[in-house]
């Protein structure tokens, strides 16, 4: 579904991503693990086109989207969470995920100021679609509520659906389980199962291994920047790389006991 | 209260500025009331650039000058009837605002503001200094009244302000229009995060640009009505002075509502005129209760008003299915006022 090739990024000289080569597969759950600084983030803005690599080529369904615009790489159907979500805090949690579909969607100024039919379809479609999401993570009984009242993992939900709504085929989800509590983090585990069922296919970034481990079906290992290894996770959890990587520095040490 | 809320309160509320004349009983408190009406329509454009799309544009006061000019060049110079000047004017400042637009909205943030700050000023000096189009410091006199159509005449202080009010009336149905549609929610989705909006597939650049334009063209619209109601124009209606008081309008009545900026303006208005005996020294009470207003409501008047409606609605409705009795405890929110506004 996604193949990436020598994808590199560099920032004024300093190689944040180096050389990754990996692809991902159609209804799978991929994870991308490694230190802080290895480069995961900027992995997936790559992909998601946030910022444009400076060599490499990424195909997604054989379509190559290397150095689109967000925004297309969204249309296209790749969806992505961010470790933290901006959210209307003043609007209630149905109000802040209408705009999910807006993509899929064609009014524009002249439709509103004529009430066209169009845009009354369209906007009956996006509440449905809001709705669906909302009921797809098992939130609806928070539609109403204002978004600034709702908890961390609430929150982490309302990132999900508001990506489901753009209708994706691919969901990038930055630590999806940042800061929740280990049971919300088995909530959150299952929902991303859920997704797979539903022909999802996600790749994460997460940094509890615990969860990793029992989900993922493959997993990249990033390290400085380039791929150290690549498997599922019985094979990574032996690979002599990544136990160095991980156990081999300090740093690395804080991680392991995660 | 209840019954005050949607179309009741609406109607209640043009009813009242459909029967202030009758009480007011003065020419002057009508042209004052008028002219609060422009600075009204004026601040629904900055409303929606930024209030709605976050981005806090400081060049807003001069686009109204150029609103402004526009008609007066026009009509005085080069006799072109007022009503074909003031569709023009609409174009004109569209026209600039989408340049201006295209230019500014690439920086984010402060930069952009500070941006607009500099284009701002840089029209202030355009407007004084090129005296073979603008009068310079001189200023345009003379501008004729809009003129009749059909059997309305607006010659009188009375029918300018109905005039207005009509503006008025038509620029806040536009507005609730587009806030309430799918466009609003994109221009909302860039408040809030552009980098999260963008991955929503919303084009940032478009959608900036697009509330830019809508936004001065209020502004254009409300200096041309400006130049029709006071019928004279000088370089200081162009003065970063005038954004500044457009934006307090905004930040009292509520960045990001409706009615925040038409309760703003007639409400800061008000407090002006009702403390006009204390000349330059009113600034030293209108200092300390703002600040106070941004410190405790930072979302204005409507806007506070807005959060505890919705509050209550929801706690109503969770309170009548307490059978769940497993609602999670709110966490305190982070912060609840906005980034850009």
Not at chain 1, 10 to 18: E, I
Not at chain 2, 248 to 275: D, E, I, R
Not at chain 2, 312 to 341: F, M, N
């Amino acid at each position: 579904m996604l193949e990436i090739t020598d994808l590199t990024k560099q920032f004024f000289g300093l190689t944040a991503v180096d050389r990754i080569t990996t692809r991902f597969e159609r209804g799978q759950v991929s994870a991308i693990i490694g230190p802080n600084g290895a480069g995961k983030t900027t992995f997936f803005n790559l992909v998601a086109g946030t910022h444009p690599p400076t060599s490499g080529r990424i195909v997604f369904n054989g379509k190559d989207v290397t150095g689109l615009r967000p925004d297309h790489v969204a249309r296209l159907g790749i969806a992505r969470t961010f470790q933290t979500t901006h959210l209307f805090e003043n609007a209630t949690v149905l109000d802040n995920l209408i705009v999910g579909h807006r993509l899929r969607t064609q009014s524009g100024l002249w439709d509103v100021l004529v009430n066209s039919r169009r845009l009354q379809g369209e906007e009956r479609l996006c509440r449905e679609k809001a709705r669906e999401a909302l009921d797809f993570v098992g939130l609806s009984h928070v539609a109403n509520r204002i978004a600034a009242d709702i908890t961390q993992e609430e929150r982490k939900r309302v990132a999900f659906a508001l990506a489901l709504a753009t209708d994706p085929e691919l969901l990038l989800l930055d630590e999806p389980a940042g800061g929740v509590n280990p049971e919300e983090t088995v909530g959150l585990a299952a929902l991303i199962r859920k997704l797979v069922d539903h022909g999802k296919t996600v790749c994460l970034i997460e940094h509890k291994m615990d969860m990793i481990m029992r989900l993922a079906d493959k997993i990249v290992v990033l390290n400085n920047g380039a791929k150290i290894a690549e498997g599922t996770p019985a094979e990574v959890r032996r690979d002599p790389h990544v136990i160095e990587a991980y156990l081999g520095t300090e740093h690395g040490a804080e991680h392991a006991a995660v | 209260m209840r019954w005050l809320e949607g179309k009741t309160g609406w109607a209640l509320l043009a009813l009242v500025a459909l029967l202030f004349p009758l009480f007011a009983q003065n020419n002057y408190l009508i042209s004052v009331a008028t002219q609060t009406f422009i600075m009204a329509i004026a601040a629904l454009g900055l409303n929606l650039i930024t209030g709605y799309t976050g981005q806090f544009n400081l060049a807003h006061g001069a686009f109204m000058a150029v609103g402004a000019y526009t008609v007066g060049i026009l009509t005085v110079d080069h006799q072109v009837p007022f009503w074909i000047a003031f569709l023009l004017a609409g174009c004109v400042t569209a026209l600039l605002g989408y340049f201006v637009g295209l230019l500014s909205l690439r920086l984010k943030g402060h930069y952009f503001s500070i941006f607009t700050l500099c284009v701002s000023y840089i029209m202030f000096l355009l407007i004084e200094k090129w005296e073979s189009l603008t009068h310079g410091p001189v200023g345009i006199m003379g501008i004729p009244a809009p003129t009749g159509i059909g059997p309305l005449q607006f010659g009188t202080p009375l029918s300018q302000y109905y005039l207005v009010l009509a503006f008025l009336v038509l620029g806040i149905w536009i507005m609730a229009r587009i806030v309430r549609s799918l466009l609003g929610r994109s221009f909302m989705a860039v408040r809030n995060s552009d980098e999260l909006a963008e991955a929503l597939g919303i084009d940032l650049m478009r959608t900036k640009t697009l509330s830019f334009v809508l936004s001065v063209v209020y502004a254009g619209f409300a200096g041309a009505l400006y130049a029709g109601q006071v019928r004279f124009l000088g370089p200081d209606l162009a003065s970063e002075v005038v954004t500044f008081d457009l934006v307090m309008f905004v930040l009292v009545g509520g960045v990001g509502t409706l009615l925040g900026p038409l309760v703003g303006t007639v409400l800061v208005t008000y407090l002006t005129q009702s403390l006009q005996f204390l000349q330059d020294y009113r600034m030293v009470v209108f200092g300390p209760l703002l600040i106070a207003l941004i410190i405790f409501m930072p979302d204005g008047l409507v806007g506070t008003w807005l959060k505890r409606r919705a509050r209550r609605a929801d706690a109503q409705a969770s309170a009548a299915k307490d059978a769940a009795g497993a609602t999670a405890t709110p966490i305190a929110p982070a912060k609840e006022g906005r980034s850009h506004a």
